[in-house]
């Protein structure tokens, strides 16, 4: 008998079999791996928190009685409103939220209330700039005019906008001089026309001294969405926001009104919006403790941006004279005579304060944020470091953030619709 050709040659077929296989499960993964890369956006960030440190029991339960006892004392209810976390080596100490997000309906404060947390916002503007170094799209030393030509500020950086030495005034005054029409929100292009148009006058020869200007970091906000070609909140929600899983934080937009919430005078009134409620990069991201909490943790990683851009954020720039305060790269320093090394930034944006102190050597984190006037929060983190270690009460010096005109009571002004959307 004699058998058709395919069972003569069982074994050829087999193999041709085989090889047909092979190469269409090949071709499939390896198509399937090329959409998954070109999914991936070229600077995506693969974030893995850090595994949080050794903390005993013991020592657990003493931080928790010390920092209740301290905060009950010097931020009681009632005076205070807003939120408190104190952690270490990642592990949370103290939580606290007391007080209401809105004082006339009285819906209560949670871990899930976002407040705006002012020149805090620096922190995450700097880390943006500086990892766009590390991808080489900038260099800390280009200009001002490569990215702005015909600015007129001869020699000012990006390093100098990033450490305030680059004496570009701070547009929280001269846009508040102008002739703008008030119910007019002002932005950062806005900033940018009235440098091109108005030619404010600078402070100093740029890299000779520092003064602490907003504008610096409304620039940089423009700088990264030249460079990114995508608008400064949604870069900051895909780069960083997103990828850390801050699911509380966001940069405001005109969008956002409905869901922020107000802040307060000390007497408990409603703190009227401005002309300067638009501007980012400065300020205007909305935050809680807890997410805070992660960004201080990403900063003890090389994940955001590797190891020698994140030491030169934390390195002082500004050696004209003596003192423990310095400013690095869109962070503040403590520098103490023994060594001890505070890596924060303090806010304020009108009856909002914000807190976030960095206590390097021991891994502790302190972070207070207020929707309610309280000049007493800035100095009661200052003395909390105390209950870590040895940082001379934190120093007496102190330095609310001027990042409003507003340094007392806001002016009585008929409220705008903005206003109005943003009062709950």
């Not at 103490?336 to 304060?353: A, D, E, M, S, T």
């Not at 807190?355 to 050597?361: G, H, N, Y």
Request: proline residues 5%; charged residues 20%; contains cysteine.
């Amino acid at each position: 008998m004699i058998r058709p050709y395919f069972c003569r040659n069982g074994d050829v077929l087999k193999k041709i079999l085989y090889v047909l296989t092979l190469s269409v499960l090949c071709y499939g993964c390896n198509t399937g791996s090329s959409e998954k890369v070109k999914q991936q956006p070229e600077d995506s960030l693969q974030y893995y928190p850090p595994t949080p440190g050794r903390l005993s029991q013991q020592d657990f339960r003493r931080y928790l009685r010390e920092l209740t006892a301290y905060f009950d004392k010097h931020l009681p209810a009632g005076s205070f409103n807003g939120g408190i976390l104190v952690a270490k080596e990642g592990h949370v100490l103290f939580e606290k939220y007391t007080g209401f997000a809105n004082l006339r309906t009285k819906d209560t404060l949670t871990d899930s209330t976002s407040f705006h947390i002012a020149s805090v916002s620096k922190t995450f503007t700097a880390i943006a700039v500086l990892r766009l170094a590390q991808e080489q799209k900038l260099s800390l030393s280009d200009s001002v005019q490569r990215f702005f030509p015909g600015l007129p500020y001869p020699g000012v950086t990006v390093k100098t906008l990033l450490n305030h030495r680059s004496g570009i005034p701070n547009y929280i005054y001269f846009m508040d001089d102008s002739k703008e029409d008030r119910e007019k929100n002002v932005t950062n292009a806005d900033v940018l026309q009235q440098l091109y148009t108005e030619k404010p006058a600078r402070n100093f020869k740029a890299g000779t001294r520092f003064s602490y200007s907003n504008t610096n970091f409304v620039l940089l906000a423009l700088i990264v969405e030249k460079l990114s070609g995508l608008p400064f909140p949604q870069y900051m929600q895909q780069t960083f926001f997103g990828p850390l899983q801050m699911r509380h934080t966001y940069v405001y937009t005109p969008a956002d009104s409905a869901r922020v919430i107000s802040s307060f005078t000390a007497g408990g009134t409603v703190w009227d919006n401005d002309h300067l409620e638009n501007t980012y990069g400065d300020k205007n991201i909305y935050s809680t403790p807890s997410d805070l909490l992660k960004w201080d943790q990403a900063l003890y990683t090389d994940q955001l941006v590797g190891r020698p851009l994140l030491d030169s954020a934390f390195t002082p720039y500004s050696l004209e004279r003596p003192s423990v305060h310095n400013y690095g790269l869109g962070f503040r320093l403590l520098l103490l005579p023994n060594g001890k090394k505070v890596i924060y930034h303090f806010g304020r944006w009108h009856g909002f304060n914000a807190v976030f102190a960095r206590l390097t050597a021991e891994k502790a984190t302190i972070i207070i944020l207020g929707n309610r006037y309280n000049r007493g929060i800035y100095l009661s983190a200052r003395k909390a470091y105390e209950i870590f270690s040895d940082y001379g009460k934190g120093s007496s010096e102190d330095e609310e953030e001027a990042d409003t005109q507003q340094n007392a009571a806001p002016k009585k002004a008929a409220r705008s619709k903005s206003s109005k959307k943003r009062s709950r």
